[in-house]
């Protein structure tokens, strides 16, 4: 059988997390699971047409922060 799913529309979400003077992962492994669940957030079930985009910025004297910027179609 084939589910049929209502289009909510375009949304996005980020996260990043910081690699504490490139040792300590603080948030990191779970950056693209926290900007996919703040893209669909209450409005759906999950997303469609779905694009990643990774960034880095290095800090001086304490590491580096890796964000996810996740963006797609909502739907429900």
Do not use: M
Request: proline share 4%.
């Amino acid at each position: 059988a084939h589910e049929v799913y209502e289009v909510v529309g375009p949304s996005e979400g980020g996260g990043c997390g910081l690699l504490l003077f490139g040792l300590i992962p603080l948030g990191i492994n779970s950056r693209t699971q926290r900007a996919y669940s703040e893209a669909v957030g209450s409005k759906g079930i999950g997303l469609i047409d779905t694009q990643v985009q990774y960034s880095w910025w290095f800090v001086p004297y304490v590491g580096t922060i890796h964000c996810a910027f996740v963006k797609g179609t909502v739907v429900r």
